[in-house]
T-cell receptor
């Protein structure tokens, strides 16, 4: 285990549903990330939080809404998703100024 | 794009053989990392090499970096079935703690 947990591990939702993904890190890190991993595509960086402040939003559609209440927790709120949003969503954390990122196991999302 | 691209996309070898994967990138970097991902799981950091380093070792892993060719290679020696996974290179974006990842090399080690 890397010290980064994600829940749920699997999620099936309809296009009109609202759900949230949760990420928690127990490593004392102060930077957290959301990535999207689709088949045959490079890992896509979605959001970056440094010291609870969002510092990057890579043109992610507004149907994805991140929340970082403290340095240990990161959420991704989902609403009115599309089938093409089905993917593995990975959370990661790191110490500020350090390059190594620690990833959680991911949430496998299926949008019907 | 600036992201690293791994080659080959898939590699299948017998246990005990060596596995070599390559990564190419397009712009200058400060460092390059290699990660491993077991099927459907998160990525695990393997090794980081800085732009002023040419070679680095960690156990059965050997990473080289050629900044003139903008390429890196990951060598896994004496492979084991447990090495079966996807391997990704990540290059820094020169914007702090953000990186470009490629599509990965899928390695299968046959017992």
């Amino acid at each position: 285990e890397t010290g980064v947990t994600q829940t749920p591990r699997h999620l099936v939702m309809g296009m009109t549903n609202k759900k949230s993904l949760k990420c928690e890190q127990h490593l004392g890190h102060n930077a957290m990330y959301w990535y999207k991993q689709s088949a045959k595509k490079p890992l896509e960086l979605m959001f970056v939080y440094n010291f609870k402040e969002q510092t990057e939003n890579n043109s992610v559609p507004s149907r994805f809404s991140p929340e970082c209440p403290n340095s240990s927790h990161l959420f991704l709120h989902l609403h009115t998703l599309q089938p093409e949003d089905s993917a593995l969503y990975l959370c990661a954390s790191s110490r500020a100024g350090e390059e190594t990122q620690y990833f959680g196991p991911g949430t496998r999302l299926l949008v019907l | 794009s600036q992201q690293g691209e791994e080659d080959p996309q898939a590699l299948s070898i017998q246990e005990g053989e060596n596995a070599t994967m390559n990564c190419s990138y397009k712009t200058s970097i400060n460092n390059l990392q290699w990660y491993r991902q077991n099927s459907g799981r998160g990525l695990v950091h393997l090794i980081l090499i800085r732009s002023n380093e040419r070679e680095k070792h960690s156990g059965r892993l050997r990473v080289t970096l050629d900044t003139s060719k903008k390429s890196s290679s990951l060598l896994i020696t004496a492979s084991r079935a447990a090495d079966t996974a996807s391997y990704f290179c990540a290059t820094d974006r020169n914007t702090g703690n953000q990186f470009y990842f490629g599509t990965g090399t899928s390695l299968t080690v046959i017992p």
